[in-house]
């Protein structure tokens, strides 16, 4: 089995915001100024092109250009596990090998999506990406967007197998953060993949967090991280959780709506704008969030004195 490396997979793991021009083209040096941003404010390291990214409105080369440009921003300054992850096995293939040539440090791979494959299927996929490939696998397990949750037991059969070497949670039940440390062992790198069990997760025992904070806050995401794993501050960390709570609950308002509005990305995007980073807006048909929503942002983040 490939000798874990816990060392270098811990902190916050920021996820990448593109850049857009008005026209809807890829904006190279608006993503480069997001690097630069979550860099300077101390992030641990990068996982481009998960779901922040927004892969699913960019083809197939949009996302390998993206991807160099990111690597090539960050130069080897902190680690860059890839979101390479698409519904087929061989495109998954084809963008792993494309990571791994420009020279990412592993994967970030949701599972199959949209057709709900057989869970034989989708652990084979795995088991293909990490046969062809040879990087090291973080499974970024989503339910909500995939329609599909590798359980812990899975995820310690596939780390029996050398298949899969940490994994991204994003769950509402803090119990797959037990499961999976009882299950995968002390050693197994785990990330709290939500903002609203960050708190929770880390205070069980996960190594780190990837989410939406650490692109809107990044260096108090990252003091939250420090007080809970490296200095055992229960009580300080508490404190700024409950200064950064109604932050993350603007972010998943809308889980709690039927409309789904503000939508979790355009907030994480409007954060990046009011901080004077260029990134347009999304293609559509993700659109800004609206004035009123807007207001409430600027507001929260000059109350916790980021803007």
Known sequence: MTP??????SGIFAPTLTGFHADGS???????????????LGVDGLTPLGSAGEPVALTREERKSLLEAIVDENAGKVPVYAGTGDYGTSATVELSLHAKSVGCDGLMLIAPFLLRPPKQDVLDHYRRIRDRVGLPIMIYNVPLLTGTEITPQEIQLLQEEDVVHSVKWSHLEVARIHDTRLLCGPQFPIFAGIDLIAFEAMAVGADGWISGLQMMVPALARRLHRLLTVDKNLEDARALWYRVLPLVNLEYRALGTTDGNPHWLAVCREAAALRGIPIGISRGP???VDSGVRAELRSLLEDLEQL
């Not at 100024?33 to 860099?39: A, E, G, H, K, P």
């Open 4 to 9: 874990q490396k816990k060392g270098d997979l």
């Open 26 to 40: 890829i904006s190279a040096e608006g993503t480069r100024r997001f690097v630069r941003f979550l860099l300077d």
């Open 286 to 288: 993700l659109a800004p």
